[in-house]
């Protein structure tokens, strides 16, 4: 590349309180090129791109862009120095005309009215950028859902911008609305404009991207261009698979799980929500426990809400027991012995004015009244139990459970299910931003309660805990499951193998 | 309850000693501020207040807000008369056609109440605008019900609840109070009050835990309408006359104020009975204090919102801190 490259990030560091989100990372854009920038959640792109548009401030490092210092204080300023950000959904209005949704907020005056003339050249100017010769002067409304799309890219755009910034642009578009995308990402790099691409998307990366910048815990571990790195070398880096590979357990999952426990307690078959599970298929055995490993955006969450009633398939056929199975919402499938830990406790699982008592006895409690009488005394018992099997570290089960750690609240939220003696318990990351030890005492406290004949679904973005805890894992990709493992298949090469590459039905039951 | 209950209930004491101060400044400014009738002026205007934002204080549990309750009074303040005075259909004894009356007017705004509460849960439309088309639609109800005539009545049988006595005390006092420590107790010791307070503490996690959402939303309107309604009735019976266009006038905004003071999370999942019946008595005082001593009653007004202000000020610092 002789040009000098738009973008160069170097040495940025950021803290959010004592937790280190950037810990020296680069990353640089060249002219006219889309560039790819991916790792796992919390690797820190999102952080990197937030101070790039005046989101966040740096506490170090250094910016250039386009041969200068770089520095600004609010997104309104990034756009205005020729950095753009497009969001994921279209945020216009329908009813009124084109030009005014293109023209909203930055209105052209003359003599104190709306110079609408000169709104609707600069709305045909902008909108010709992208191929689209349209009547500006129509409703956004009554166009097609991708002309929309489109006319919300070009707005974002405007005429200013050097370097756009898509953050998983396509995650809630169908095919042929990413497509669009992908035709006015061309065009952008034609123009000679840079875009940042951030995805889990595989395909999608080696679809339009040039280069690939690779994150990992706040730091850059690799930059190429995409057509020197392999889907399965990506894949690794971003895990930081090579550094870690067989150094033996890195989980408390100790003992190697134990046999198979018998028939299949649950099955699911060509499951698909429309979205972001399109054909998934798997069988839970009893007292098993069971992984979904896969990248981010593969459906493995969405899939476990379809079993768990937190949403609805469009197709395919559950079996719980032998028999078919339909929830239609949550207390359906808690009536069925069935219990889901969210991956995400803050927003979806605690109650945080509540208490610690009340937050693990939410699912029971309908059962522990009489005449709608919570039973206090009993419940006082159960959680002090739950309290001290699991080791929760709490004042009491009077405290706000906000005030717990996250690992503690996470074991609130176990107790929660445990209580309810389920049998079937989908975990969604289990041990998600908790420290090390409260890891450890979940990962024994899972592998414990299989023992005992649980049969437990985890979700793991964490390699290690699927790998070691899991007697069988299926992987799914892009909303497919495309490999079913069990015991010594089960290898880091061929979960990787698949998530990388795994096409088709290979996981039909 | 006990009284560490009664503690817990009244949450962080602020309301209560700002209370306490009021009361011992009217004992040093406001002239016969320590009589039996102070008390009982005081007490027959804060009821209504306290047994509609009682069920106002459930529904902001929940994260919501009820802006019918006022039209919905006027509801059953028309709906209760037409029927004891005959004017719908005859009913033969005195106290046969009071109770129908009763039950018909509460049963009314209960369902209507649910209809709220339906909207809400089942469409997901927001709390304010779902209830707004009550608190638009209701009083024109009452008004087309009774042609917007003013109903005149004297029934003693009926009139009991508004101006009735027991023990000597107020008969809308003892209603107050029951329902009070009834939704303090329920808040806290039923399986609904802690759903209720779950939905608005984190109504995705309450979805997640199986909880009922849609028919605790819906139970909490009903609950807001039914108790409208009795204060409805309570108003009717004072005045002895029923005017749609007057009959819980403003009420809503006395209610949310009062439920604000008492130290309830207006965005939902904590919640205190006790601290709203400290509220509504506050703005009471606040106002009859002003009243008492001579400023008129659209400066109190201004009081009044600036106690608002302050409350809800308080309540954001002590989130923070």
């Known amino acids: ?509 | 309850m006990s009284d560490g209950g009664l503690i817990v209930s009244l949450g962080r004491h602020g309301p209560l000693l700002a209370l306490l101060a009021l009361i011992v400044l009217n004992i040093l400014i406001t002239p016969n501020f320590l009589t039996l009738q102070t008390l009982n002026v005081n007490l027959t205007q804060v009821c209504t207040i306290v047994i509609v934002a009682v069920g106002m204080t459930l529904v902001i549990a929940t994260g919501g807000i009820d802006l019918s309750v006022g039209s919905l009074m006027a509801i059953a303040g028309a709906l209760a008369p037409m029927i004891f005075l005959g004017t719908l259909f005859t009913i033969g004894p005195v106290w046969l056609a009071v109770t129908v009356a009763i039950l018909v007017a509460l049963g009314a705004t209960a369902l209507l109440g649910a209809f709220n509460g339906w909207l809400i849960a089942r469409f997901n439309i927001q709390p304010i605008v779902a209830t707004l088309v009550l608190f638009i639609a209701g009083r024109g109800i009452a008004q087309v019900m009774t042609n917007g005539n003013l109903q005149v009545f004297k029934v003693p049988e009926f009139q009991f609840i508004g101006l009735g006595r027991m023990f000597g005390i107020p008969v809308q006092a003892i209603l107050m109070l029951i329902f009070v420590v009834v939704a303090a107790w329920a808040l806290r010791r039923t399986v609904f009050g802690r759903q209720v307070l779950a939905i608005g503490g984190n109504d995705r996690a309450a979805v997640l835990a199986g909880v009922p959402v849609a028919r605790v939303k819906i139970a909490v309107y009903a609950i807001s309408g039914f108790l409208a309604g009795i204060a409805g009735l309570i108003v009717v019976a004072i005045n002895s006359a029923s005017d749609a266009n007057l009959v819980g006038l403003g009420i809503e905004l006395d209610a949310i104020a009062a439920v604000a003071v008492g130290g309830t999370l207006l965005t939902g999942g904590r919640a205190t009975v006790w601290g709203t019946l400290v509220g509504a008595f506050t703005i009471q005082i606040v106002r009859y204090t002003l009243l008492a001593n001579g400023v008129p009653d659209a400066a109190a007004m201004v009081v009044k919102a600036a106690i608002i202000v302050a409350a809800v000020w308080l309540q954001q610092r002590g989130k923070r801190a």
């Open chain 1, 1 to 509: 590349m002789a040009a000098p490259p738009l973008l160069t990030m170097t040495g940025m560091t950021k803290c959010f309180g004592g937790t280190v989100a950037l810990d020296g990372a680069s990353l640089q854009v060249g002219m006219g090129e889309v560039h790819a920038l991916v790792g796992q959640n919390g690797a820190g792109k999102s952080t990197m791109i937030k101070i790039l548009t005046g989101y966040h401030r740096k506490d170090q490092g250094e910016v250039l862009f386009a041969g200068a210092p770089f520095e600004v204080a609010s997104p309104g300023a990034a756009q205005h120095a020729g950095i753009s950000t497009i969001y994921q959904e279209i945020n216009l209005v329908p009813k009124q005309s084109v030009t005014e949704n293109i023209c909203l907020g930055r209105e052209m005056r003359r003599f104190g009215l709306l110079d609408w003339r000169a709104m609707h050249d600069e709305a045909r100017r902008l909108l010709s950028r992208f191929n689209l010769a349209i009547d500006v002067r129509s409703p956004l409304g009554q166009f097609s859902t991708a002309t929309q799309q489109m006319i919300a890219i070009a707005r974002a755009i405007g005429f200013s911008a050097r370097l756009v910034i898509m953050d998983e642009p396509t995650s809630s578009l169908d095919d042929r609305e990413a497509g669009v995308l992908f035709d006015v990402v061309r065009q952008l790099r034609a123009e000679g404009l840079s875009v940042i691409f951030v995805s889990h998307k595989l395909d999608e990366l080696y679809a339009i991207c040039d280069r690939v910048t690779i994150m990992r815990d706040g730091r850059t571990v690799h930059s190429a261009a995409m057509s020197e790195i392999g889907k399965l070398d990506l894949i690794s880096t971003m895990l930081g698979r090579e550094i870690a590979r067989t150094t033996g357990h890195a989980t408390a999952f100790a003992a190697p799980p134990a046999a198979a426990a018998g028939p299949a307690l649950f099955t699911a078959e060509g499951l698909s929500d429309g979205r972001h599970v399109r054909d998934v298929s798997f069988a839970l055995r009893k007292g098993e426990i069971t992984g979904f490993a896969g990248l981010l955006g593969a459906g493995r969450t969405e899939t476990a809400r379809l079993l768990f009633g937190a949403s609805r398939p469009l197709a395919g056929r559950m079996m719980l027991d032998g028999r078919a199975f339909a929830p239609r919402q949550p207390a359906d499938a808690i009536a069925a012995g069935i219990g889901f830990c969210t991956e995400d406790r803050k927003i979806e699982g605690i109650v945080p004015e509540m208490t610690v008592a009340e937050n693990m006895m939410l699912a029971l409690m309908p059962k522990l009244a009489r005449a709608g009488i919570v039973d206090e005394t009993r419940q006082k018992d159960i959680v002090a139990g739950f309290i001290k099997s699991l080791g929760i570290k709490c004042s009491g089960p009077d405290q706000k459970i906000r005030e717990l750690s996250g690992g503690n609240q996470q074991k609130v939220l176990l107790g929660r299910w445990l209580a309810l003696s389920p049998r079937l318990l989908i975990l969604d990351e289990p041990t998600r931003g908790i420290d090390v030890g409260a890891k450890a005492e979940i990962q024994k406290l899972v592998a414990r309660l299989a023992a005992e004949g649980l049969t437990v679904l985890m979700i793991s973005s964490e390699l290690e805990e699927v790998i070691e805890g899991a007697a069988r894992v299926f992987v799914l990709r892009e909303g497919l499951s495309v490999a079913d493992l069990s015991r010594s298949d089960i290898t880091e090469p061929n979960v990787l193998q698949a998530m990388a590459h795994g096409t088709g039905q290979a996981a039909h039951v």
